[in-house]
């Protein structure tokens, strides 16, 4: 049977260049913090890799700080924003769930800026809002995704910086999905602290870093030794490090990903009924979130799984369980968001595998249109999600 992995927004196939390194460094010993030999050497595959995230990421290797994921790394810029006197935080609706969920276990109000239904940021409200902030809630923080994990959509968030400089306040830019795909220069991007993840960009899973520029102060979560100069306590993860570093590398030295074989697969479900999502808006190359209007998301995941072909229902989730789509409903997508599914490529998709995943959608499609009739869209259609006014 065909076996087509399109799930790479969940995570990665690793990289040979990141497996390689990965088995060479497990296989050696030393801790980075011995000042024995072999301590020593670990340090320096550290310091390296610390060089070659810097280049990801834009600024001085010494503003990396290495942590277990884009998890950890967006929670330590949120906490450290706490820490140092925000008490009110404004995130984007369509935020991963770790910035959503850290920011309301903060302690701190949580505000949510509103997309439009391209799912794009509405800057207009961030400038209203920013103009009326009180000083009392100390430093306005914002957080605002580069690429969305569901639908792909770039935000603006240079522009959004722009307006977080102009009233002192944090920018993070959690790019975990967009890092390896477009650029993620965190200076280029005006960002105070940016996050990015190994796994997402064909590296292993469980490391990923934060950097943070001059306007930040990091605050350490964890308690413990003095290790990333006392901004992350633990012992590195020094193989994943590596690894990470290397497939990093490998994601630079790529062409930017061209969209026309996602866009073929598309059309060819558009012409079958199929809705676009955030197709009027700027959008991540690898990305397709498509809904079947009436099917659900969970039965077409499972149907395209039994035909070889694995993709998500909206955002993969820790459960195993699929839950409604934050993204989606923010995007006012009503009923549509529960029959939208996530199909995302990466360094190893082929053309083949679009097409073989678009012959697949397309039979579970005209089966169960055989079965039910044609289907109702009630709250949404292809022309409704057109181009931004
Ligand atoms: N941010 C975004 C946009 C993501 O898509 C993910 C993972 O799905 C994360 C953060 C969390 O990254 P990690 O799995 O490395 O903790």
């Given at each position: 049977m065909t076996s087509v992995y399109l799930d790479y927004n969940a995570t990665a196939l690793i990289r040979p260049e990141a497996l390689e390194a990965m088995t060479r460094v497990l296989a050696r010993t030393g801790n980075p913090s011995s000042v024995h030999a072999a301590g020593r050497g670990a340090r320096a595959l550290v310091e390296e890799a610390r060089t070659d995230i810097s280049a990801l990421v834009g600024g001085p290797a010494s503003t990396v700080v290495f942590t277990s994921g884009g998890t950890e790394a967006n929670a330590l810029a949120i906490d450290s924003a706490v820490a140092t006197g925000a008490k009110r935080l404004i995130v984007s609706a369509i935020e991963h769930d770790s910035v959503l969920e850290t920011a309301k276990a903060s302690g701190a109000q949580v505000e949510y800026l509103p997309v439009d239904t391209h799912g794009v940021a509405d800057l207009a409200w961030l400038k209203a809002r920013l103009a009326d902030w009180d000083p009392i809630d100390g430093k306005p923080f914002v957080a605002l995704m580069l690429a969305n994990n569901e639908t792909g959509v770039i935000q603006p968030v240079l522009e959004a910086s722009g307006l977080v400089r102009a009233a002192d306040g944090w920018l993070h830019i959690d790019a975990v999905q967009a890092a390896g795909r477009i650029m993620t220069d965190s200076r280029a991007l005006g960002a105070d602290t940016?996050?990015?993840?190994?796994?997402?960009?064909?590296?292993?899973?469980?490391?990923?870093?934060?950097?943070?520029?001059?306007?930040?102060?990091?605050?350490?979560r964890q308690h413990g030794g003095g290790q990333e100069r006392g901004r992350r306590a633990g012992t590195e993860n020094v193989a994943g490090i590596v690894a990470f570093a290397a497939a990093a590398h490998a994601a630079m030295?790529?062409?930017?990903?061209?969209?026309?074989?996602?866009?073929?697969?598309?059309?060819?479900?558009?012409a079958e009924g199929a809705v676009i999502m955030g197709e009027g808006a700027p959008r991540l190359a690898n990305t397709l979130c498509v809904?079947?209007?009436?099917?659900?998301?969970a039965l077409q995941v499972m149907s395209l799984d039994l035909a070889g072909v694995m993709v998500?229902?909206?955002s993969a989730c820790s459960s195993g369980k699929v839950k409604p789509s934050h993204v989606l409903a923010a995007m006012g997508l009503g009923d549509l968001a529960a029959c939208a599914v996530r199909v995302s490529g990466g360094w190893a998709t082929t053309e083949d595998d679009w097409t073989a995943f678009a012959d697949a959608w397309s039979q579970i499609h005209s089966r169960f249109a055989a079965r039910h009739g044609a289907p109702v869209v009630r709250h949404a259609a292809n022309h409704d999600l057109g181009a931004p006014a």
């Open positions: 940016l996050s990015v993840s190994a796994h997402k960009l064909g590296g292993p899973q469980g490391v990923g870093a934060l950097t943070f520029g001059p306007r930040a102060t990091l605050v350490r030295r790529e062409a930017e990903p061209k969209a026309a074989w996602r866009d073929a697969a598309a059309a060819r479900l558009k809904a079947a209007p009436g099917q659900d998301a998500s229902a909206g």
